[in-house]
């Protein structure tokens, strides 16, 4: 059965730093992953997508790796900014179809 | 952009009632699913639909039914709420099959009494 890992749990750090979200999962045989945002109370927004055939993707600061073989994604958020504070889940796609999320990571960019 | 609408975001039931949790997707999106997120256990699935008048078990689905009679709406029944179903609920829709790029609801807070 997949499972996804993200560690820490909780993050705290001062504005302006890059920062490295990581993200692991058990089972190489994925489709895809995803990065989502959630802020307080709300939803998730899509961040980011990586097909199982790239290596990674970019979206302004956001950069997202894949390594497939070691079971490992990172996040990569450049001159971390107050506005970024939020939770980051990421998420597979595998044989099922389904995806299977991790718990999250709490970040908090202090100004 | 792609919306995706809950219908209450916030709801409060008594054990026993029957609650209708309603959503609806604005962009033809054939997939749709019902999360529950709750602390220290984060999502879970409960139901998801491939299409129309279709739907498959999730990870959690005892308690729960859904119905999808239209294309743009997925609706999530309690058939009797229990304390143990107050969580978050989330609903999120994706084009189709092989292009699983989430869009998610802004949720519904339900408390069961």
């Known amino acids: 059965k997949q499972e996804v890992t993200q560690i820490p749990a909780a993050l705290s750090v001062p504005e302006g730093e890059n920062l490295v979200l990581n993200c692991s999962f058990t089972?190489?045989?994925?489709?895809?992953l995803q990065w989502f945002r959630q802020d307080p109370g709300k939803g998730l927004t899509s961040l980011l997508l990586?097909?199982?055939?790239?290596r990674e993707q970019t979206s302004g600061r956001l950069n997202a790796s894949l390594d497939k073989s070691s079971g490992r994604s990172t996040l990569y958020i450049a001159a971390s900014q107050p506005g970024d504070s939020a939770t980051y889940l990421c998420a597979v796609t595998g044989g099922s179809e389904k995806l299977v999320f991790g718990k999250g990571m709490k970040l908090t960019v202090n100004p | 952009d792609v919306k995706v609408t809950q219908s209450s975001r916030y709801l409060v039931k008594r054990t026993g009632e029957k609650v209708f949790l309603e959503c609806v997707q604005d962009?033809?999106?054939?997939?749709m699913f019902w999360y529950r997120q709750d602390p220290g256990l984060g999502l879970r699935l409960i139901y998801f639909?491939?299409?129309?008048?279709?739907?498959e078990k999730g990870d959690i689905p005892e308690g729960y039914s859904v119905s999808r009679e239209k294309k743009e709406r997925f609706s999530l029944i309690l058939e009797s709420a229990s304390t143990n179903q107050t969580s978050m609920y989330l609903c999120?829709?994706?084009?189709?099959?092989?292009?699983?790029?989430?869009?998610f609801g802004s949720g519904t807070q339900l408390s069961v009494l």
């Open positions: 962009m033809d999106h054939e997939n």
């Open positions: 990586i097909q199982s055939s790239q």
């Open positions: 999120a829709s994706s084009p189709r099959k092989g292009d699983e790029k989430l869009f």
């Open positions: 639909s491939y299409d129309v008048k279709m739907k």
């Open positions: 089972d190489s045989a994925i489709y895809n």
